[in-house]
């Protein structure tokens, strides 16, 4: 038998895949690799194929964001002459792209670019900047709104053509023919760390929940650049078999504070306040223990099948489905996770996720009585963002599904 | 004796109530959170009961300033505490609107008194009690006058800017050309009375319908808001101190719990 080496847990292993996400991509472009900057629920799989090192800007200026290093590049590229209503994202992108260096954290410049429009519009209008400032191909998927509960024939047959057309765009940028079986073997893993994140994030059902809710958006991470990968599948059983044990063992998601109130947090979190937001909730008793975004990476469909999986990226992300969707979505989560309450971050870079907001909440409470609370702030823009009136609004909640508690108790 | 203390941003206020919640003081103090409002609205209080503050025997602090007032037992928010404040004054209260200093907020209750659901104004200080300051200053009268400027305005000047600081210069604009200032008085009230309206039909505003703070005391603004929203509003007789005495009544409650 060899030495036996200390099992490293998937918090170790995260750190360790974040740390090196960057750096090897460093090393790859060194070495003469290609680098792909891509939106980020995208396929993957077939830049993966390729051996292609994909980075995504969105998970870059959340890093920037929670470490505080976002006001320097949204100064910036307000400056260059872009609204400040511009997503923030794309603000601290653009001037990272002219900047090139960050105190927080840093990743090369790309060679080419994947955008799909699935997450919104705004992408697609800032990856045309970038492919012309840097003179690089873009590949772009274009994934029309789903107004009807399932996909169009004619939508799935578009999109099907265009990953497709990519195939051969990559192709012709790599000088490389494309090795379906490959893609075969990528596809296959990319479902299965997908099933793997979902069955990790479902264990928040038990209650107490196993998951501090705001490990959602830490490992968050992660399955946005390791869904392709066996590092990847193998991070997200390990955090399953974790949760599954601290189940086991009735231990809820924090140790010196009981779960008092189960919530949803819907939308993006608020990356320069994520600790502030979460000693806020955690002082009352209060846990995310599911919410609707992070759920975007579940991407599922028949290995092999090219349709398939171009309608999955068209219908998992909830920005490209219809109001309806949303509601019974929201619905059944609170029914499953037996929900106390809504968290509603009114997100002023995303307009798309905003839009809905009151008439999600309006419909919610009328179906399941769950109360709700809305929050003015921005993924990575501090500027926006008052911790007092989020401190209330919070407060207010937890006084709201106290109240509901005691009156439940009491029928 | 209880003690309600809401602490807001441009106003302290106090309520003592005794053993039968009787109010003994209801007191208020033009100086919010980080002044010396506290204490001047405490002393205004604790001299019209002519008793000992040793004799409080639970306090609850709300408002912006709540968390940072050292002698409460718990801190509740001025959402909870405006609904019950006017619950108990009123107990056929089904929705409040409160024009605080730099929050308004609107709450709708079930028919038991609980929170059903409440909205608040962004971070933006359009529709609060901060933007009729601002307006005051600019018309040059007294935030107390400014209900009957508008109040004389025949044509109110549409004001279309939702932003305080842009709203002002929109004001200025009216004056340098002559619009007279009580027209100009009427559409600031106007401005604001549509917004928070706007707040109250996104909630769904049911009767009866209550108005509270500060800016209730502008009798304009509550007739346009009233208008605006098809209802008919009433102002409980001392507005400002709702949140106080809904904090009060909490303590009265949480004592009889905790003993």
């Known amino acids: 038998m060899g030495s036996e080496k200390t099992p490293v847990t998937s918090r170790e292993l995260m750190n360790q895949m974040l740390k090196r996400h ?56 307000e400056s260059m002459g872009y609204s400040s209503d511009l997503c923030s994202y794309a603000r601290v992108n653009l001037a990272y792209t002219e900047l090139g260096h960050s105190k927080a954290e840093n990743m090369p410049l790309p060679d080419l670019l994947l955008c799909t429009s699935n997450i919104c519009h705004t992408v697609i209008k800032w990856y045309e900047n970038l492919s012309k400032e840097l003179n690089i191909p873009l590949i772009m998927f274009d994934t029309p709104f789903n107004h009807t509960d399932e996909v169009q024939e004619h939508n799935a047959k578009y999109m099907k053509a265009q990953i497709y057309h990519a195939i051969e765009q990559l192709e012709e940028i790599t000088g490389k023919s494309f090795d379906f079986d490959r893609l075969q073997e990528v596809m296959k893993i990319s479902n299965e760390t997908s099933e793997w994140w979902k069955k990790a994030t479902d264990m928040a059902i038990h209650t107490p929940s196993p998951l501090n809710g705001f490990d959602l958006f830490n490992y968050m991470a992660i399955i946005v650049f390791a869904r392709g990968t066996q590092e990847g599948r193998a991070l997200f059983q390990l955090w399953h078999d974790e949760l599954a044990e601290k189940v086991k063992l009735g231990q809820g998601p924090w140790n010196d504070r009981e779960e008092r109130y189960r919530i949803l947090w819907d939308g993006i979190a608020c990356w320069p306040y994520l600790n502030h937001n979460y000693k806020t909730l955690k002082n009352l008793g209060m846990n995310v223990v599911t919410s609707t975004y992070p759920k975007s990476w579940t991407v599922t469909y028949e290995t092999g099948d090219i349709e398939g999986m171009a309608k999955a990226y068209s219908m998992n992300v909830y920005p490209n489905r219809n109001l309806n969707y949303d509601v019974e979505n929201m619905v059944s989560l609170a029914r499953k996770f037996q929900l106390d309450g809504i968290v509603f971050h009114s997100n002023r870079s995303c307009k798309l996720m905003d839009f809905r907001q009151y008439e999600l909440q309006r419909r919610i409470y009328e179906e399941c009585g769950v109360p709700s609370v809305i929050f003015d702030g921005d993924q990575t823009d501090p500027r926006l963002f008052s911790e007092a009136q989020y401190e209330t609004r919070m407060q207010a909640l937890a006084e709201m599904m106290e109240e509901s508690k005691r009156k439940k108790g009491r029928d | 004796m209880f003690l309600g203390i809401d602490i807001g941003s441009s106003s302290s206020k106090a309520v003592l109530l005794d053993e039968e919640k009787n109010i003994l003081a209801a007191e208020v103090y033009p100086l919010g959170t980080g002044t010396r409002g506290v204490q001047e609205v405490l002393q205004l209080a604790f001299a019209a009961t002519k008793r000992s503050p040793d004799s409080v025997l639970y306090t609850v602090a709300t408002g912006y300033g709540r968390m940072n007032y050292k002698g409460a037992d718990k801190q509740i928010t001025e959402i909870s505490c405006h609904a019950k404040g006017m619950r108990f004054l009123q107990p056929d209260v089904r929705t409040i609107i409160d024009i605080g200093g730099q929050d308004t907020k609107v ?41 009957a400027l508008a109040g004389k305005g025949q044509n109110p000047v549409p004001i279309s800017n939702m932003c305080t600081v842009f709203a002002e210069s929109e004001v200025i604009s009216h004056l340098s050309n002559n619009v007279s200032l009580e027209n100009v008085a009427s559409g600031a009230v106007l401005s604001i009375a549509k917004r928070v309206s706007g707040m109250a039909k996104r909630l769904g505003a049911v009767p009866r319908v209550m108005m509270t703070g500060g800016g209730s005391l502008n009798h304009s603004l509550v007739a346009a808001i009233s208008e605006q929203l098809e209802l008919a509003i009433d102002v409980p007789a001392n507005p400002q101190v709702i949140g106080a005495l809904g904090a009060a009544v909490f303590a009265h409650t949480l004592y009889q719990k905790q003993s």
């Not at chain 1, 980020?40 to 969105?58: C, G, H, K, N, R």
């Not at chain 2, 933006?124 to 009268?141: I, P, Q, S």
């Open chain 1, 22 to 77: 960057y750096e090897e991509a460093y090393q790859a472009k060194e070495s003469g690799k290609l680098v792909c900057w891509s939106t980020s629920i995208a396929p993957q799989e077939l830049l993966t194929t390729m051996d292609i090192v994909t980075l995504y800007p969105e998970n870059h200026a959340a890093a920037l964001g929670a470490r505080k290093d976002s006001p320097t590049f949204i100064e910036h590229t």
């Open chain 2, 107 to 147: 709450i709708r209750l079930d028919e038991s008194g609980g929170i059903e659901n409440f909205v608040m104004n962004d971070k933006c200080a359009a529709g609060t009690g901060r933007f009729l300051e601002v307006m005051a200053r600019v018309l040059d009268c007294h935030i107390s006058d400014l209900s």
